[in-house]
């Protein structure tokens, strides 16, 4: 490597170490969405799930739409494993299955509404650093949750307690209000050839 390469690279980690010291302090609960088309926003979350379980951080996840019964949900499966070892999880899919297979959209909606009650109550809880609201863009999508409520919940939450939320169709003012947001854009999927989900890859 050149001198002027060397001097280069040592400018750009002083510029970086800089950075890194003026941010130090600022930390703060986070509200994080993912969204799209594509396939990852359940898996994003999850990674932050299992980051804080590493560090011994206490988590809540609470699925809506998702039905319990209706597969094996890896993600479930998991974190009810960790839990029975004695990882500070706790994870509730309260959700009947999604509208095309339910047929019911009044119990949907109630069953939203009794997720998000928890959902609320673990947001509100100082001892809880992350809480995960899989799915909930769906529910707010299908109207079977008051939008101004759930924003103002999140909004409301402890300066250390971050927040993730999953599901297609995030709406705009979730967007403007998180303080990290990621799309998922979808390139190429295997349904499109024909192939079904499959244990591991979809759930």
Request: glycine share 8%; charged share 25%; aromatic share 6%.
């Amino acid at each position: 490597m050149g001198e002027a390469a060397q001097l280069r690279l040592k400018k750009i980690k002083e510029i970086k170490d800089k950075s890194h010291r003026d941010r130090a302090g600022n930390e703060k609960g986070l509200y994080v969405v993912f969204t799209g088309t594509g396939k990852g926003k359940t898996s994003g979350a999850m990674n932050l799930v299992y980051r804080h379980l590493a560090h011994d951080l206490k988590v809540a996840v609470v699925q809506f739409v998702k039905n319990s019964e209706a597969y094996p949900d890896g993600d479930r499966l998991m974190l009810t494993k960790l839990k029975s070892l004695g990882m500070p999880v706790k994870i509730h899919t309260l959700g009947g299955g999604f509208t095309w297979e339910t047929q019911n959209p009044e119990e949907d909606r109630k069953m939203a509404i009794a997720a998000w009650e928890i959902a609320k109550d673990y947001i509100q809880d100082g001892d809880i650093n992350l809480v995960v609201l899989d799915e909930l863009h769906i529910a707010l999508k299908n109207e079977q949750l008051d939008l101004k409520t759930v924003l103002a919940d999140i909004q409301n939450r402890p300066n250390h307690c971050h927040v993730a939320s999953t599901g297609r169709y995030a709406p705009q003012q979730l967007i403007e209000a998180a303080d990290l947001v990621t799309e998922m854009k979808k390139i190429k999927h295997p349904i499109q050839q024909g192939v079904p989900a499959q244990k591991g890859i979809e759930f």
